[in-house]
């Protein structure tokens, strides 16, 4: 386990710049990788793709339907696909072009929800997608990832283009830290990466909650209280085999994701917990079911407790039952 | 094979027999739209795709997508006829465990992509097209849409997509049989003139008498219609053709014959048979 980095350090960006950057990098050595955008090259941060390798980028215009249909026809005639649109309406307006022509029909478009979650914070609920892992997770042949830092990101964009398969990959437009500089053990779809390692509670974090988790471990080490913390970038295949580990390793669970609380990681790590055996105190942390507060993400995440704060109290809270 | 016009008019009159076995076999399938539509899949599989079991996995092969998935009785019949699998496997159609299911999927050899959900053919027809353009292949891609499914609004901003891409290998046809299943067209949702509008989004549009096999033909081997533009067919066909007590009636849009009702029908088909 390497040291996890200070978490007063942003030193890192946002993991939609690396997502781009990365898959220019590789694109500029693969003519066959084509991007399909729903004019969203701004806030994908495709601008640069499409003035560099303006051949292998597909703009379709507003029309998210027809974007994943027209990536699911290139994806058949073999191009390795990234159709790039808003998590928010990818996953809610083209969801049928998501089971039928991608999944059911196997065709390997890698999908990239961009401004995931509470991303657009006071733009609105219409701009969050707090549905998509619920929706995806019903969905045969898919695998859901929503990578915590720069490192998971461009790991995941590397893997997604080996990997011939149905994917979504989901990030947000915050810069975001480095969460450890131990790069050993290596990224890998559906294995779960532990930050930290503490015998008391384990908290398993997925995406932009990845680094508030971490945060609060800190806090609760000053309490006395010992955490594991978990990326657990893959919701879909889950790890099951490390949450059962950690399950009986420490004496609780907490679940943090930017999503709704129905439906996202807590639940499928319920659902395999319970199925297991599991009588240990659990707790599932998310946006709770209604439109969230106006605010930014952060100001989101702090009201509903998805902060180092918010979370470290839960905890203790859990703790405390 | 060539096929001489009178052994291409056979053909459709042995895949409307076969189509009402299979269905009857069944005890379900599209029957009306499976009888309007099969011409069209006769000429195309027998007179215009350069695809068989031989090429089907070659990156240059023409590709077809059935966008009206629910008459995939219509399909089947004639990949069995072009030797994609065993006509026999049809007798398992719809039955448990069965590969062959109301709807096209990929699962039966010859089937491009699991379709039946409207709306969606013309979208992955026109990414398939897209890719052929990107790695200059001169395949062309046809789709076959149900005038029913026109109102999905998927099927317009593909027509944009289609046209903005200048796809002119793409050909959409519609199997334009007026009825769908609550009524015709134009009391249920009115999409006339469909001419006018492709037009208006910029495609080449010719119309045809959809159950003439050698106006088809004509049409469809003279795709693109006009270059730098996609093709629109639109098939003036007859919903149910080639049984009389079929022709034109909604109710037979997934009715299943009867004993008496089969023999009838096999009757006509085969007095047809004789005329040819």
């Known amino acids: 386990m390497g040291a996890v980095i200070e978490n007063n350090t942003i030193n890192g960006k946002p993991n939609q710049d690396v997502f781009s950057a990365t898959l220019l990098e590789l694109a500029d050595k693969d003519r066959n990788i084509v991007v399909v955008t729903s004019d969203s090259r701004g806030s994908g941060k495709l601008v640069a793709f499409g003035q560099q390798l303006p051949g292998q980028l597909v703009e379709i215009g507003i029309a998210e339907q027809n974007l994943v249909g027209v990536a699911a026809g290139l994806a058949s005639a073999g191009k390795r696909t990234f159709a790039v649109s808003p998590a928010c309406f990818l996953t809610a307006r083209a969801l049928e072009q998501i089971k039928n022509d991608v999944c059911y029909s196997d065709n390997p478009v890698r999908l990239i929800g961009i401004s995931a979650g509470v991303s657009y914070g006071a733009l609105g609920s219409t701009h969050h997608s707090l549905h998509d892992f619920a929706v995806l997770r019903t969905i045969n042949n898919i695998i859901i990832v929503a990578p915590a830092d720069n490192f998971e990101t461009t790991e995941a964009v590397k893997l997604a283009v080996k990997l011939n398969k149905p994917l979504y990959l989901r990030f947000g437009k915050k810069a975001m830290p480095l969460l450890t500089d131990d790069k050993q053990n290596g990224f890998e779809f559906g294995k779960g990466r532990v930050i930290r390692k503490g015998s008391d ?50 004496g609780a669970i907490v679940t943090v994701e930017e999503h709704s609380v129905n439906g996202g990681l807590g639940e499928a790590c319920a659902s395999l917990l319970l199925q297991n055996k599991y009588n240990k105190p659990f707790k599932i942390m998310g946006i709770p079911d209604e439109y969230t507060v106006t605010g930014s993400q952060t100001e989101i995440f702090d009201h509903y407790g998805l902060s180092a704060d918010g979370i470290a109290q839960a905890v203790l809270n859990l703790l405390q039952t | 094979m060539v096929m001489t016009d009178k052994q291409l008019a056979e053909r459709s009159i042995t895949y409307r027999k076969k189509i009402l076995k299979y269905i009857v076999g069944a005890k379900a399938g599209h029957t009306g739209g499976s009888l309007s539509c099969i011409d069209i899949l006769n000429v195309l599989y027998n007179e215009v795709l350069n695809v068989g079991p031989q090429n089907f996995t070659s990156p240059d092969r023409d590709i077809y997508i059935q966008s009206k998935g629910h008459c995939v009785e219509a399909l089947y019949v004639v990949l069995a006829d072009k030797g994609f699998f065993p006509e026999s496997d049809l007798e398992t159609l719809c039955k448990y465990k069965s590969h062959y299911i109301g709807h096209p999927t990929k699962k039966v050899h010859g089937v491009e992509q699991n379709t039946g959900a409207l709306g969606h053919g013309l979208p992955i027809a026109a990414g398939t097209a897209l890719a052929a353009k990107m790695d200059k292949k001169n395949y062309r891609v046809f789709t076959l849409l149900g005038d029913g499914e026109l109102p999905e609004g998927s099927n317009w901003e593909a027509a944009l997509t289609a046209a903005h891409y200048k796809l002119d290998n793409l050909c959409a046809i519609i199997d334009n049989n007026k009825l769908q299943i609550t009524g015709t067209n134009a009391e249920v949702c009115n999409t006339d003139p469909i001419d006018a509008k492709f037009e208006s989004f910029g495609w080449a549009v010719r119309h045809v008498d959809g159950n003439d096999v050698n106006a088809l033909k004509e049409v469809l081997c003279s795709m693109p219609f006009e270059k730098g533009k996609p093709s629109l067919v639109i098939a003036h066909t007859i919903k149910g053709k080639g049984v009389s007590f079929m022709e034109n009636s909604v109710k037979w849009h997934h009715g299943v014959p009867d004993k008496d009702q089969y023999e009838t029908a096999i009757a006509e088909l085969d007095m047809e048979m004789a005329n040819v």
Do not use: C, F, R, W
């Open chain 1, 201 to 250: 509670v384990t908290i398993i974090a997925t995406g932009e909650t990845v680094y508030p988790a971490l945060q609060s471990a800190e806090k609760l080490i000053q309490q006395g209280i010992n955490t594991t913390v978990v990326s657990m970038h893959t919701i879909k295949p889950l790890d099951a085999e490390l949450i059962l580990q950690l399950a009986k390793d420490t």
